[in-house]
Every structure is written in C-alpha cells, then in structure tokens.
C-alpha cells in the first residue's frame, strides 16, 4: 500500500494523463490522415488541372503537346501518373512515368464531374486517383476522362513519419506535463507538510500548539485538533491532581489502621488478628500505590516524549550501590551517543528503577545495560549474570502478585508494573537467557 498522499497523487495524475493521450492519438492521427488525404486531392486536381490546360481538340482528336507545364508529367521516373480516356473508357494519352506501371484503372464517363478515390491493384499496389470528366476542350466539344495518379506508399511513409513525430511529440509532451504536475503537487502539499512539522513539534514538547497559517481548507482540523490538546492538558491536569487528592486522603486511614495493629501486635492474645490486618494494610497500600502509579504514567495521546537514558541510569544505579554496598554490583552502560528512549521520565523512573532492582537483588556480580537503535526502533535490555529465569516461569512472574523467591500475596508487583508501563507505550517487554548467564530483560518501542 502507498502510504505517501503525493506519490499517490503523482500516479493518479500520470494514470489520467497516459490514458487521456492514449485516446487523443488515435485522434490525431485520423486528423492528421485527413488533412493529409485533403492536400493529396488538391494536389491531384491542380496536376488534373494543368492536364486539362495543355488539352486540345482538333478534327474531334485529342492533341496532347510533347512538354507539359508540369516537369513531373515529362519524367520518366515521376511518382505522377497521367492517363486520358475517351467516352468509351479507351486510353488515348498516357504520360511517360506511366511506360513502366501497369494501371488497370477504368474510368467511368458517368456525368459525375470527378471523383477522389483510391485503388488497389492486381500486385498490391495502391494508389489515389482523381478522375475528372471534360466536355469543353479548347471550347469545342469533347468527352474525355481526365485521371492522375499517385502511389499510395508515399502517403504512408509521410503518415509515418508523422506518426513518429506524434510519438516523440506526445512523450516529450508527457514527461514535461509530469514534471509540471510534480512542481505543482510539491507546492499544492507544502500546507499538509508544514502541518506535519507542527504536529511533529508539538509531539517533541516544543510546540504548544498548531498555528492558524494554514489554508483554510485545513483551519477546521487545526481548530479540532488546538481544542483537542487544550482539552488533554486540562484533563491530564485534573487527573493527575485527583489522583494526588486520592492518595494524600487515604494517607491518614492506613496510617491509623497502621497503629491500630501495632497496639493489637503488643496483646498476645490478638497476635494473629495483628498480623492479619497487618498483611492486609500492607497489601492495601500496595494495591494503591500500584493503581495510582499505573494511573499517572499513561502517556499523552498527541505528545512523544523523548528522555536521554544515561542520566537516569546513572541516577538509579548510584541509589542502588548505596543500597547493595556489600554486593558491590559492577555496572556496564552499552550506549550510543547521545541515547533517548520514547517514553515519560516519571515512566522512565518506574520502569527502570523496578528492573534495575531486581537485577541489583538477583545478580552475583555484574549488571549490563545496552541499547540498540535500527530502523525498526529503539530496544533496551536489562541483563545480569544471576541464576536467571527458567522459560516456564517468564510468563508467571510478569503477573501481579507473583515472585519465585517469596509466594506471599501481595508482593512481587514491581514487573507487573514494568509490563503495563510499558504496554502503555505500545511496547513489548520480552523476557529471555542473557549471554552473561542470567536473566534478560528487552524492551522494543517501535518507530511511530
């Protein structure tokens, strides 16, 4: 499928313009035959004409002179043909071009003044004939045919000849319209390139919003989208503020609940109540903090976001060697320069925070990160060297809730996390062997 409009236009255009002169040809050509049958009959009539002229009658026999006016009617190698036949259709005159062709024409003295035709002989060969009847010659009375003739190949090599002209002619004609149409949909589509620029701005985060230079044609779908981004910004604001108002409000419940089950930890005999309810807040909050989390980082409908990744990394990997001193955790960045990921930083932050811990706990000594960029898209893999995951366990422990090394409900959510940051974003989390012997963790966002 052509995904390009101008391309599309550009074919359409040259579909129409091949099949609009492929119709007028023929058209042409016939006009071209026309004109060109028109011009050979003049020309017979004034060839007829000069026969006529040079004509004489006397004692009731025709007198034809030994030079004509006509220089082609004298040579013996003319592509003209005289003859002159009596009322009887009897040949009386012939002229000398004419020794060497063999006619088996036969006038007919019908009354008809003359007749423009052409004719095929016995051989093959063809020829226009004009044939005109006399009845005065030299003011006396006669009845005689009056024919010239000319080869018909002579006509076909002059149509022919035009017909290759009419060819180069067309195709020049052609490629020079295509040109034109080109120039012409290249500044006919600068309006919906410019557009692509603004949308493409205002998606990196330096625009705030389309601009009104635009034709007016378009103004209805930058208005739409104006009000459609000012719209998203106003909710995404109320969203994320609501979510605040959620979480600051449910602070104070889980913090008493939180006291209460410490003073029912102290009595023996609410021991196990203590530590129901305790495992209980802690999941709630857990539960929470996973929703509100999931919430805020959704991405923006019409923004892509770009975040360099070094900075980040370096962030949270200084955090965790704090966290994991005795560990003492080897860290190798395999990344371009300069490396962005299409994601939110908050997102970022998440995601890569809960990775880089579970690499960090799991891990015997060394953790890489690597980046790799094609034309497909931008892959980000999280690898480490610690016992890894065995293959019928990756899908397991994507789920919430779910870990291998602890089986209590309500923990191991921080991949649950990671998959819906990253599904999103329309990316594809996928989890694999490491060549360092551990578990790899690949994340691929695709080129929008």
């Given at each position: 499928?052509?995904?390009?409009?101008?391309?599309?236009?550009?074919?359409?255009?040259?579909?129409?313009?091949?099949?609009?002169?492929?119709?007028?040809?023929?058209?042409?050509?016939?006009?071209?035959?026309?004109?060109?049958?028109?011009?050979?009959?003049?020309?017979?009539?004034?060839?007829?004409?000069?026969?006529?002229?040079?004509?004489?009658?006397?004692?009731?026999?025709?007198?034809?002179?030994?030079?004509?006016?006509?220089?082609?009617?004298?040579?013996?190698?003319?592509?003209?043909?005289?003859?002159?036949?009596?009322?009887?259709?009897?040949?009386?005159?012939?002229?000398?071009?004419?020794?060497?062709?063999?006619?088996?024409?036969?006038?007919?003295?019908?009354?008809?003044?003359?007749?423009?035709?052409?004719?095929?002989?016995?051989?093959?060969?063809?020829?226009?004939?004009?044939?005109?009847?006399?009845?005065?010659?030299?003011?006396?009375?006669?009845?005689?045919?009056?024919?010239?003739?000319?080869?018909?190949r002579e006509y076909e090599a002059t149509l022919k000849g035009?017909?290759?002209?009419?060819?180069?002619?067309?195709?020049?004609?052609?490629?020079?319209?295509?040109?034109?149409?080109w120039i012409g949909l290249t500044w006919g589509l600068q309006?919906?390139?410019?557009?692509?620029?603004?949308?493409?701005?205002?998606?990196?985060?330096?625009?705030?919003?389309?601009?009104?230079?635009?034709?007016?044609?378009l103004l209805r779908l930058t208005g739409s989208l104006n009000?459609?981004?000012?719209?998203?910004?106003?909710?995404?604001?109320?969203?994320?503020?609501?979510?605040?108002?959620?979480?600051?409000?449910?602070?104070?419940?889980?913090?008493?609940?939180?006291?209460?089950?410490?003073?029912?930890?102290?009595?023996?005999?609410?021991?196990?109540?203590?530590?129901?309810?305790?495992?209980?807040?802690?999941?709630?909050?857990?539960?929470?903090?996973?929703?509100?989390?999931?919430?805020?980082?959704?991405?923006?409908?019409?923004?892509?976001?770009?975040?360099?990744?070094?900075?980040?990394?370096?962030?949270?990997?200084?955090?965790?060697?704090?966290?994991?001193?005795?560990?003492?955790?080897?860290?190798?960045?395999?990344?371009?320069?300069?490396?962005?990921?299409?994601?939110?930083?908050?997102?970022?932050?998440?995601?890569?925070?809960?990775?880089?811990?579970?690499?960090?706990?799991?891990?015997?000594?060394?953790?890489?990160?690597?980046?790799?960029?094609?034309?497909?898209?931008?892959?980000?893999?999280?690898?480490?060297?610690?016992?890894?995951?065995?293959?019928?366990?990756?899908?397991?422990?994507?789920?919430?809730?779910?870990?291998?090394?602890?089986?209590?409900?309500?923990?191991?959510?921080?991949?649950?996390?990671?998959?819906?940051?990253?599904?999103?974003?329309?990316?594809?989390?996928?989890?694999?062997?490491?060549?360092?012997?551990?578990?790899?963790?690949?994340?691929?966002?695709?080129?929008?």
């Open positions: 499928m052509i995904r390009s409009l101008r391309v599309r236009l550009m074919l359409a255009a040259t579909l129409l313009a091949v099949l609009f002169m492929l119709a007028l040809l023929p058209a042409m050509q016939g006009a071209f035959s026309l004109a060109l049958q028109d011009s050979i009959e003049q020309r017979l009539a004034s060839d007829v004409t000069t026969l006529i002229s040079a004509a004489r009658v006397e004692n009731n026999t025709l007198q034809m002179p030994a030079q004509l006016p006509d220089e082609r009617f004298n040579l013996t190698d003319s592509r003209l043909l005289g003859y002159i036949y009596d009322r009887e259709a009897h040949l009386v005159w012939r002229s000398k071009a004419t020794r060497e062709e063999k006619i088996n024409y036969k006038p007919r003295y019908d009354g008809r003044g003359n007749e423009f035709a052409r004719i095929r002989e016995a051989n093959g060969q063809e020829f226009f004939v004009y044939d005109v009847e006399v009845k005065l010659l030299g003011g006396k009375s006669a009845a005689f045919s009056i024919v010239a003739l000319q080869p018909v035009l017909r290759e002209n009419l060819y180069l002619g067309f195709g020049a004609a052609l490629l020079v319209l295509l040109a034109l149409l309006a919906l390139r410019r557009l692509s620029q603004e949308l493409d701005e205002i998606e990196s985060g330096t625009r705030e919003s389309l601009s009104e230079q635009h034709p007016r044609e009000r459609l981004l000012h719209s998203e910004r106003e909710q995404r604001s109320r969203y994320r503020d609501s979510l605040d108002d959620l979480a600051h409000s449910l602070k104070t419940p889980l913090t008493v609940l939180q006291g209460v089950s410490e003073d029912m930890a102290k009595r023996p005999a609410d021991r196990d109540q203590a530590w129901v309810l305790q495992t209980q807040i802690e999941r709630m909050s857990q539960q929470i903090s996973y929703q509100l989390q999931r919430a805020s980082l959704r991405k923006s409908g019409l923004v892509r976001h770009q975040v360099r990744l070094r900075p980040v990394l370096q962030s949270l990997c200084d955090t965790l060697d704090k966290v994991y001193r005795d560990k003492r955790v080897s860290v190798a960045f395999d990344l371009p320069d300069p490396c962005y990921v299409p994601i939110e930083q908050g997102a970022l932050l998440e995601m890569m925070g809960n990775l880089l811990e579970n690499a960090y706990r799991l891990c015997l000594g060394e953790v890489r990160i690597s980046v790799r960029e094609s034309l497909g898209g931008v892959e980000l893999c999280v690898e480490d060297d610690g016992p890894g995951v065995p293959p019928d366990q990756r899908a397991r422990i994507l789920q919430r809730g779910e870990r291998l090394d602890r089986q209590h409900p309500g923990q191991g959510i921080g991949l649950a996390v990671v998959k819906d940051i990253i599904e999103s974003y329309s990316a594809k989390l996928t989890l694999g062997d490491s060549p360092m012997g551990g578990a790899a963790f690949r994340i691929h966002f695709s080129v929008v």
